[in-house]
């Protein structure tokens, strides 16, 4: 007992448990110090688990390098990335790259700051430079309720127009004719062409005078088959024109 630096005292009965336990943790330390990194360890992967260490372990075989980075930035710290790291568009960036006077969809009735809305109005040319050289008129186009459409540039497709010019709506000529019989001989056929056509064809007798003869009059009405408007137009979404100003 004294080797392992306790004296003896007669009045104290537990001495010899804490010799005991001495000795234990000194063995047990001299083990734990051994210089060999868990080489002497026969069962790593069970040693590992029976440490509660191997979800730990499967994680780290994930984990990215430390010294690796994002866009020039270590991951030794908190890592914030820009509009520019991500080549997002901001606002900014549209402002300069996208030329005055290109007219842009906007999804509310409030254009953002520094761009207006095409609506006709007339602009301050002085305020307005590059504005005024794509509409030197001072005016702005009046887009609401129109489709954009592209200018023939001598395509031959639709002539006789400027740039800026309206156009107001249109559709190709819808034409159709009606035959008919006549009384007192044979034929001509009732006939009918273009948007018109013949259904069925029948013979009657038709007496001079008599009052039961009975006439009908055919008419024409799109909407019975197709959906009509007081416009042509195809199906479309409802959004503002806007145009930077500058």
């Known amino acids: 007992m004294e080797q392992t630096g306790t004296r003896l005292n007669k009045h104290e009965h537990t001495q010899l448990y804490q010799a005991i336990q001495t000795c234990a943790e000194n063995a047990a330390n001299r083990k734990l110090s051994k210089k060999k990194n868990g080489k002497d360890i026969l069962d790593k992967a069970q040693f ?36 520019t790291d991500v080549n997002a568009v901001t606002p900014e960036r549209l402002r300069l790259e996208v030329p005055v ?31 005024a050289s794509a509409y030197p008129s001072g005016q702005l186009p009046d887009l609401r309720g129109e489709f954009i459409r592209g200018a023939d540039a001598g395509r031959q497709v639709d ?58 009059v055919s008419a024409f009405d799109a909407s019975r088959v197709v959906p009509t408007a007081h416009e042509n137009r195809p199906r479309n979404v409802a959004f503002n024109y806007i145009v930077r100003g500058a």
């Open 101 to 131: 006077g290109v007219p842009l969809p906007w999804p509310t009735d409030r254009p953002p700051t520094g761009w207006l809305l095409c609506n006709g109005a007339r602009f301050d040319k002085t305020h307005y430079p590059l504005l």
């Open 159 to 216: 002539t006789g127009r400027k740039v800026l010019s309206p156009q107001g709506d249109a559709i190709r000529n819808i034409t159709g004719q009606f035959g008919y019989v006549r009384q007192g001989q044979w034929g001509p056929w009732v006939t009918a062409t273009g948007a018109f056509y013949q259904t069925s064809t029948f013979s009657a007798a038709i007496k001079r005078g008599d009052p039961d003869n009975w006439g009908s």
């Open 48 to 83: 590992i688990e029976n440490l509660g260490l191997t979800e730990t372990v499967e994680l780290a075989k994930e984990a990215i390098p430390y010294h690796r980075k994002i866009n020039g930035k270590s991951l030794t710290q908190d890592v914030q990335l820009t509009a």
